[in-house]
């Protein structure tokens, strides 16, 4: 079977960093390009950082500077470093492979003092 699983979630305060995980299972995604996504109640799904292989190509305008999209091809897993963390930041958190539509279940993130 096909998953991707998120973790790395948790509480954090502002100014502080997290580091999430996606790791993939059951299929190999490769130089294909991997994207996070993160929702927050009431609003609409946010593209956070795309890469492909191992170069990111894409980084919301809210996050640059802030956060940093990396891959391991060989573990198969891809990592969003976020530093800075601000309250704004807090939503769930999910990795995305659009080749297959593929989504991980989702980690929360919560940022508050």
């Known amino acids: 079977q096909v998953h991707l699983l998120e973790s790395g979630g948790g509480l954090a305060q502002p100014g502080q960093s997290l580091r999430l995980s996606c790791a993939a299972s059951g299929f190999t995604f490769g130089a294909s390009v991997m994207i996070w996504y993160r929702q927050s109640p009431g609003k609409e799904r946010e593209l956070v950082a795309s890469?492909?292989?191992?170069?990111?190509?894409y980084y919301a305008d809210s996050v640059k500077g802030r956060f940093t999209i990396s891959s391991d091809r060989i573990k198969n897993i891809v990592y969003l470093k976020m530093n800075a963390l601000r309250p704004e930041d807090t939503a769930v958190y999910y990795c995305n492979w659009p080749p297959g539509d593929v989504w991980g279940q989702g980690t929360q993130v919560a940022v508050s003092s």
């Open positions: 890469i492909v292989n191992t170069t990111p190509t």
